[in-house]
Antibody, heavy 120, light 107 residues
């Protein structure tokens, strides 16, 4: 299982920090990865970033690349996403999801999502 | 980026009927397309990956097919629990991209 957590609401220009706490797999195990995806209310899904078991392997959506930082802590089974300089366009439900590269680069387990609002 | 054009936007069908949802990639993605189901209050669920491989635990009434850059999700013998949103996602190259979604409503 995966569970997202975040601040709920933050102000424009602040940095959004999200945490994905998972169980049932390890991000130090070969082939495992975690991705972040977001969905504004009533709209479609947008992939943001992935991180994998091998420390040199992370990927970002170029449309937000200079604002995103993905990281992990294998000792606590957590993955993190930071989005800098947020504005109202970042209002969305944020999901984390598992990738098992032994099967392919798709998301085989998802969290339920955490809603984030940006407001002054 | 690979653009995924998904259709139709809305779909209404009765239990027992069959429906199809389509996704067209803007360029070759080989077989690497996944289909997800989204329902309120539940985690998104992968149904199909690699275009036609049924994810473990998914009923066999769901199937996927591919013709070039055109992909189809078919749901045969619709069950009432199949209502929800359906999305395709190409998992061939970064950045991963999703279709715009199809809302399936059960009559």
């Amino acid at each position: 299982t995966l569970k997202e957590s975040g601040p709920g609401i933050l102000q424009p220009s602040q940095t959004l920090s999200l945490t994905c706490t998972f169980s049932g797999f390890s991000l130090s195990a070969h082939g495992m990865g975690v991705g972040w995806i977001r969905q504004p209310s009533g709209k479609g899904l947008e992939w943001l970033a992935n991180i994998y078991w091998n420390d040199d392997d992370d990927y970002y959506n170029p449309s937000l690349k200079n604002r995103l930082t993905i990281s992990k802590d294998t000792s606590t089974n957590q993955a993190f996403l930071k989005i800098s300089n947020v504005d109202t366009a970042d209002i969305a439900t944020y999901y984390c999801a598992r990738i098992n590269r032994h099967l392919g680069y798709f998301f085989d387990y998802w969290g339920q999502g955490v809603m984030v609002t940006v407001s002054s | 980026d690979v653009q995924m054009t998904q259709s139709p936007y809305n779909l209404t069908a009765s239990p027992g009927e069959s429906v199809s949802i389509n996704c067209k990639a803007s360029k070759s993605i080989s077989k690497f397309l996944a289909w997800y189901q989204q329902k309120p209050g539940k985690p998104n669920k992968v149904l199909i990956y690699d275009g036609s491989t049924l994810q473990s635990g998914i009923p066999s009434r769901f199937s996927g097919s591919r013709s070039g850059t055109d992909f189809t999700l078919t749901i045969r013998s619709l069950e009432p629990e199949d209502f929800g949103l359906y999305y395709c996602q190409q998992h061939n190259e970064y950045p991963f991209t999703f279709g715009s979604g199809t809302k399936l409503e059960i009559k």
